[in-house]
């Protein structure tokens, strides 16, 4: 007898503290559910590496067991070129091509994400305008902000945290935002530069990606950091470890599939059974 036939079967015991022990045995054994993450890559500043984080956070993922989706809004769909690259036996990504607009679907349909994926990564367009961000940010669990260490895109840096926060209400307590400091070489004063500014903004920094070709090979290849030989990308694979903790903790906890009428019941009534 599965667990809920069960537990419709105790609706008939006269007494409630018998059934209410019961129940809490039998959602002992009830598996919890994933609830799927969003984790939305943003910067409107062109040339931010918004797809190279995006698609190699969805790697990441696939590799280390999870089932992601990778939804690409860029009209030039280079997330979605990354993915027609990857082998046949690369560990599986869902792609959804966001971009394309179709009049035989509704636009929800196009962009639906399987029940199986517990994480998507949206990879989002440049020059992105201020009152788009709500939408793109509805939702959102973490929202990665990558920055180039340059002063045009310092300068871009700072309107996009400004839009996220004025226009797009999202809140500094909820500590959804996260910038990753992109291509920086160290040692250099426009990187130095690039960590002053950082420090100004109250918003944590999660992650300093160094200025590689294996992220280039990355590109050209359709595979992730993490799919690479160890001995060839370890110190990147390091950098990238603060960024993957900050972002578990980000994730949503796990929901009982216990119906929740069922587990908050009054005595002698469960709603819907």
Request: proline share 5%; charged share 20%.
């Amino acid at each position: 007898m599965s667990a809920f036939s069960e537990a419709a079967t105790l609706l008939d015991d006269t007494s409630f503290d018998l059934l209410h022990a019961r129940v809490r045995r039998i959602a002992q054994g009830i598996a919890l559910e994933e609830v799927m993450q969003r984790i939305v890559v943003l910067n409107p500043k062109g040339g931010s590496g918004k797809t190279t984080i995006a698609s190699n956070l969805a790697a990441c993922y696939a590799v280390l067991g999870r089932c992601p989706a990778l939804l690409d809004l860029d009209p030039q769909g280079s997330s979605m070129r990354w993915l027609r690259k990857r082998r046949d036996d690369a560990a599986n990504i869902h792609g959804i091509a966001g971009f394309e607009r179709s009049s035989a679907v509704t636009r929800s349909f196009q962009l639906r994400i399987p029940a199986e994926c517990d994480a998507v990564v949206v990879d989002t367009p440049a020059a992105v305008e201020p009152q788009e961000l709500p939408e793109l940010t509805r939702g959102a669990d973490a929202i990665l902000v990558p920055v180039m260490p340059s002063d045009i895109d310092i300068h871009a840096t700072a309107k996009c945290i400004a839009d996220l926060l004025l226009v797009a209400k999202v809140r500094r307590s909820q500590n959804r935002i996260g910038i990753i400091a992109n291509r920086v070489r160290a040692h250099t004063r426009v990187s130095q530069s690039l960590m002053r500014f950082l420090a100004s903004l109250d918003i944590p920094l999660v992650a300093t990606l160094r200025d590689t070709q294996n992220y280039v090979r990355s590109a050209e290849s359709g595979v992730g950091l993490y799919e690479m030989p160890r001995w060839q990308v370890q110190q990147d694979v390091d950098h990238w470890a603060r960024l993957l903790e900050w972002l578990d903790a980000k994730r949503p906890a796990p929901q009982s599939s216990l119906p929740s009428a069922l587990a908050a019941a009054p005595h002698g009534h469960v709603a819907g059974i």
